[in-house]
């Protein structure tokens, strides 16, 4: 059951204000890389997951209401996605990263909208 009212919004019972920044990111389906950012931004929270070989060095924005479960002890964040669709998601656009132009976010919130949102 889903406890967020957007697709960029954590979940009620995950404490987004801690450090996330080295974090193993798990899919569905297995891991998918490290989080190299996460933001807090007003309206729109997400992690930077850099994906290292996997997808030859590329980096995937997942927003904040794909975030599951956190383990702190083993220091794991587990997404619901698989890692199919996290592989097909737009590259993660640094330069497009705090931007008033919201093109680049609502390109990426399509793509996540059809997963259920």
């Known amino acids: 059951m889903r406890m967020t009212s957007s697709v960029w919004q954590f979940e009620r019972s995950i404490d987004a204000g801690r450090a996330w920044a080295g974090y193993a990111v798990e899919a569905a389906d297995g891991?998918?890389?490290?989080i190299d950012d996460a933001s807090r931004e007003a309206g729109r929270d997400y992690l930077v997951v850099d994906t290292g070989f996997w997808i030859f060095g590329k980096k995937r924005l997942i927003p904040a209401g794909f975030v599951r479960r956190?383990?702190?002890?083993?220091?794991?964040?587990h997404v619901a996605m698989t890692k199919?669709?996290?592989?097909?998601?737009?590259?993660?656009?640094?330069?497009?990263?705090g931007v008033y132009d919201n093109d680049?976010?609502?390109?990426?919130?399509?793509y996540y909208g059809g997963f259920g949102w």
Do not use: L, N, S
Not at 87 to 97: G, N
């Open 70 to 77: 956190v383990d702190d002890e083993h220091k794991r964040v």
């Open 104 to 110: 680049y976010y609502d390109a990426v919130g399509h």
């Open 84 to 97: 199919d669709q996290i592989r097909h998601a737009p590259d993660f656009d640094d330069t497009q990263r």
């Open 31 to 34: 891991h998918i890389g490290k």
